[in-house]
């Protein structure tokens, strides 16, 4: 299947444009390999998919259906192509189905063409991190990489790059490896950084999102490889069925076999049988004690791939981060301010408030995923000097946990609630003292107020910079 002749003079529906340039590049491979017409459905409107509408501008057998999805659009065509982020539960693709319609996702497409290995890296916190961290590693060793579902980046898109390619690292949701099933593919390699509840709002149970994230070994073949964490009793369970080589990494404790490990700021490996100490956690530039964790499954997949151990600290030692991930935008007044946006789930921003000793201002809040944010008001409480949060309905559950545990003379005390990025910096900035940390770890989604969590970052950004 998807070989070149099967595209011909087809019909296929691409099920959700969005706005974050994979359904662009979904577009443009399918008019690439003669498709005869793609027809794009999105319940958007033209102007709030003007960017992605502008990238499409030079194709001409495009048919768009806005505002609105039509059933024959699901009924009357060769494929629907759907959009990440939809379920497979939504009335158009049961309806496709049920008229043997075949549904697929860019991921699944991708893996079925692509002839490169592939490294896979999945998890609820970490991945982009992880992700980005082994390909800076394999590319410092002068390996040839395609980087795949990072970020904003398309999928589809960039398949002919993976011809001259020696790896590619493809950082993988679990809404992404659901898709997997369909072709029984997994990657050479698989990294399964932890499991925490997210994107509840999309599944009905916590088993049936780590079914989806199990994908990303399922398939594999008795010579591919897991790399998995220790420290999650989750992932230890998850991956018992993994059908490959299984190789560890804990932030805990010396595991059994290959793999690597730390034990106090040192930083262990073991290869065929020999340990030794790689490098020590005070030389790398990433913050933040959860970052221990993304730097020993980098290393631990950079070791199974074959990389010497010296080229791996070198590695490790030029990382500088990513973007929108505990992002240090820098001075102004001897305040420091970081940029988390990307923190979207409580955890993820729990652990951004346990990165620092100085005083924390926290602009937090956003939308819901059907999340708890009982801990999360615990953690406020006690480890930061002052909240901002930012207006939905993530904050309004926010602000009930935090009442709940206030002492009885301070449950009436104003918590702020604002509108705009701009805003929240702005009293932020004014309630900061030299020495503090402003930080925005929202531990919730941006929809509403933003486009999507980049977004929010970007106008973060462009707020500290306007101080």
């Given amino acids: 299947m998807f070989e070149e002749s099967f595209w011909k003079n087809k019909r296929v529906t691409v099920f959700g444009l969005g706005v974050n340039m994979g359904g662009v590049g979904t577009v ?27 990238k499409l501008k030079p ?25 990440p982020v939809i379920p497979w539960t939504n009335e158009y693709i049961v309806l496709a189905k049920k008229h043997h319609i075949p549904v697929e996702m860019d991921a699944s497409i991708f893996f079925a063409l692509c002839k490169t290995p592939i490294i896979g890296v999945t998890g609820s916190k970490g991945k982009t991190t992880t992700s980005t961290l082994i390909a800076h590693i394999l590319e410092q060793a002068g390996k040839k990489v395609v980087r795949v579902g990072i970020e904003q980046t398309g999928v589809l898109s960039l398949l002919t790059d993976t011809l001259l390619a020696d790896i590619v690292v493809f950082e993988l949701s679990s809404w992404r490896l659901s898709a997997l099933q369909n072709i029984q593919k997994s990657p050479h390699i698989a990294v399964l950084t932890n499991i925490f509840p997210d ?11 780590k079914e989806d994230k199990e994908n990303i070994f399922l398939f594999q073949k008795k010579n591919d490889i897991t790399i998995a964490s220790f420290d999650d009793r989750d992932v230890r369970e998850m991956v018992q069925d993994a059908p490959g080589i299984l190789v560890w990494f804990s932030t805990k404790q ?24 790689l490098l020590s956690f005070n030389e790398v530039l990433l913050l933040g004690e959860h970052n221990r964790s993304n730097i020993l499954a980098g290393v631990t997949t950079a070791l199974a791939y074959g990389l010497a151990p010296q080229v791996i600290k070198q590695g490790v030692l030029s990382f500088k981060g990513v973007k929108h991930r505990l992002q240090c935008l820098g001075e102004k007044k001897g305040v420091l301010y970081y940029n988390d946006t990307t923190a ?3 955890e993820a921003a729990i652990l951004a408030l346990h990165s620092f000793s100085q005083p924390v201002i926290l602009i937090a ?20 000097k002052g909240l901002i949060l930012l207006q939905g309905n993530a904050t309004e559950k926010i602000v009930t946990a935090l009442r709940e545990r206030l002492p009885d003379k301070e449950k009436k005390r104003p918590i702020i609630v604002v509108g705009t990025i701009a805003k929240a910096v702005e009293i932020a900035s004014r309630c900061a003292t030299s020495g503090d940390i402003i930080l925005l ?5 941006s929809f509403g107020l933003f486009a999507n969590e980049f977004d929010r970052g970007e106008q973060f950004i462009q707020a500290v910079e306007a101080l």
């Fill in 28 to 54: 443009q491979f399918l008019i690439e390999k003669g498709v005869k017409e793609v027809i794009v459905t999105d319940m958007k409107s033209r102007d709030e998919l003007q960017t992605s509408l502008e």
């Fill in 344 to 346: 979207t789930i409580p």
């Fill in 254 to 277: 010396n595991i059994e076999g290959d793999g690597a490990w730390s034990d106090g700021d040192a930083l262990w490996i073991r290869k065929q049988g020999k340990s030794e100490i």
């Fill in 59 to 83: 194709y001409k057998n495009i048919t768009y259906v806005l505002g609105q999805h039509r059933p024959e659009d699901f009924t009357h065509v060769d494929m629907v192509v759907k959009n």
């Fill in 199 to 209: 994107h509840q709002n999309y599944y009905k149970t916590m088993s049936a999102y």
């Fill in 441 to 445: 770890s929202p531990g919730a989604t």
């Fill in 365 to 384: 809040g956003g939308s819901d995923k059907n999340m708890h944010f009982e801990h999360f008001a615990e953690e406020i409480l006690v480890h930061t």
